[in-house]
């Protein structure tokens, strides 16, 4: 029984040659394999943060390059074809119906985006004219003629203003005019191509109260509107032989609006324009002339050039002498 056991603690003893129990050869290869997988482990980390820094480093690089992009892109970019315009937002503040044949507004589509009159300056081409000077003095017998234009005030009052005679156009539709009553009669409407559509979205207001057949309003926004290239309105104002003065309130949508003014007697037209290719205008036009009785101050108000396919074109409201 001795032998046998001194010969199980030899074994023993040959499986141990360091000293220490064989048992710990095990736990001692276990610490050896956790080392290396902690150090792959951690190689593995450093390339995924790598990996996070740099693609955060070409998402912070996209977003700068879209931003630039966006911040080089003009909105005003190619001027259209005089039938309309691509790049140009559609609709605004103007109407939003166009004129069928048998002269009634037809639906075109909401109008957008709802941008404010005058908040983008007019296109260069050409430059708006804003006035045609007097002549310093007048030779007797001869002829006098002088335009300017300005901003409307927001509220106009025809029977002020008017004081031989004036004329509204639109307060009952397109046809619809209401004349100063027991007037001058001075003023003569003498049509222009086109059909004439009413609409009731002016930013200024004009009142009256000496008018017929409406005898008053406090405050109508109404108007009236043709669209396309070459249609408008022909106005004429009677002399009297006496210094008068016309002011003509107008406006345009989406266009280029154009107006001549000339004597009947002959002499050089003076031309203003008033244009907006991204929303609606207006204007007060002040004309003074002196004329004899037997001649006329001829206006036309035409549509020069369309900025949209839907209905670029010209207003009128209202016409006041004095």
Known sequence: MADEDRTRSDARAEDAPTGRPASHRPRTLAAGLNHRTLRRLARTRQRRRRWALEGLG??????????????????????????????????????TTLPAADG????????????RPRERPPSPEPSPSTSTPAPPSKKPGASLLSVSRAEVPAEVDLTAVGTRDWMHWGLRGGNSTVRKRSGSGEIVDGGGRGTRIGWDGNQEVIRWS??????????SSNGVYTCGVGN????AVAGSG?????????????????LDVRLSTGGPVSTLRL?????????QFTIRFELPKDARLVLTWTVEK?????????????LALR
């Open 306 to 318: 369309v900025f949209t396919e839907h209905c670029g074109n010209v207003g009128l409201q209202a």
């Open 242 to 258: 006496a210094p008068r003065t016309v002011q003509l309130y107008a406006g345009i949508w989406m266009a280029r609006g154009r």
């Open 232 to 235: 408008g309105f022909m106005l």
């Open 58 to 95: 070409a998402l912070v690089c996209l977003v700068v390059l879209v931003a630039y992009v966006g911040t080089r892109s003009d909105p005003e970019s190619g001027d259209g074809p005089a039938g309309g315009s691509g790049g140009v937002p559609a609709g605004a503040t103007r109407p």
């Open 210 to 219: 000496d008018g017929a057949p409406e005898r008053a309003d406090r405050g």
């Open 104 to 115: 009634h507004a037809t639906d075109a589509g909401p109008a957008l985006p709802g941008l």
């Open 275 to 283: 244009e907006d290719p991204y929303t609606s205008q207006s204007a």
